[in-house]
């Protein structure tokens, strides 16, 4: 059980602090670099200010849904290791 907890005897499972602070640091790369790339491509692609910005809100957007998205199954689940599926060795029946 001591491999399974960390130096204030917190389980693994319930250390909150370690699972916002890879949330934060995900979500801020993801939305920085997705505003960059929207920023890029609309300097390459559009001409207007305003479509400019459309594109560096569009990235954003993206870059945040997706860390909400890793971040939630991040949260669902407990940071120890888990072991692989278990595969069958039996052969799969064939069906007509």
Known sequence: ???NSNAKGIPKKY???SKWDACLDL????VVY???AGAFSGLLLF????TRW???ALGAGVGLGSAYSDCSRLFDKPTA?????????SPVSQAC
Do not use: F, Y
């Not at 290791?81 to 060795?89: D, G, I, K, R, T």
């Open 1 to 3: 059980m001591a491999e």
């Open 54 to 56: 459309a594109s560096v």
């Open 34 to 36: 997705s505003s960059v």
């Open 15 to 17: 250390d909150l602090d």
């Open 81 to 89: 290791n888990l072991s692989p599926a278990a595969v069958s060795e």
């Open 27 to 30: 979500s801020l790369r993801r």
């Open 47 to 50: 001409r207007s200010p305003v």
